[in-house]
């Protein structure tokens, strides 16, 4: 089993930025691909951006130029930086761990809220 943990959520005012940990724990070796989704209340789960094991990543074109994933191998962690925050881009963001088999863990999540 893979456990994952986000932190980093809260309140910032449009314009500004935040930065969002996930640290990973458990069967570390079951996962390659690490990636960030949002989910609005009423809407579908969306992906934000993606990194590989190799460091290949992969971002959602309303986010692009503004948020950077990154991940540290040595500490089972994966970041999302967020600049440049929009209201719209307020969400609970998730933290997901996908398998080469399929298989899919993800964190409990963490609110992100940007004010006008």
């Known amino acids: 089993q893979v456990h994952l943990v986000e932190s980093g959520g809260g309140l910032v005012q449009a314009g500004g930025s935040l930065r969002l940990s996930c640290v990973a724990s458990g069967s570390i070796f079951r996962v390659n691909t690490m990636g960030w989704y949002r989910q609005i209340p009423g809407k579908q789960r969306e992906s934000v951006a993606t990194?590989?094991?190799?460091?290949?990543?992969n971002y959602a074109d309303s986010v692009k130029a503004r948020f950077t994933i990154s991940r540290d191998n040595a500490k089972n962690t994966v970041y999302l930086q967020m600049n440049s925050l929009k209201p719209e881009d307020t969400a609970v963001y998730y933290c997901?761990?996908?398998?080469?088999?399929?298989?899919?863990?993800w964190g409990q999540g963490t609110l992100v809220t940007v004010s006008s």
């Open positions: 990194i590989t094991s190799g460091g290949t990543t």
């Open positions: 997901n761990g996908h398998s080469s088999s399929g298989l899919e863990y």
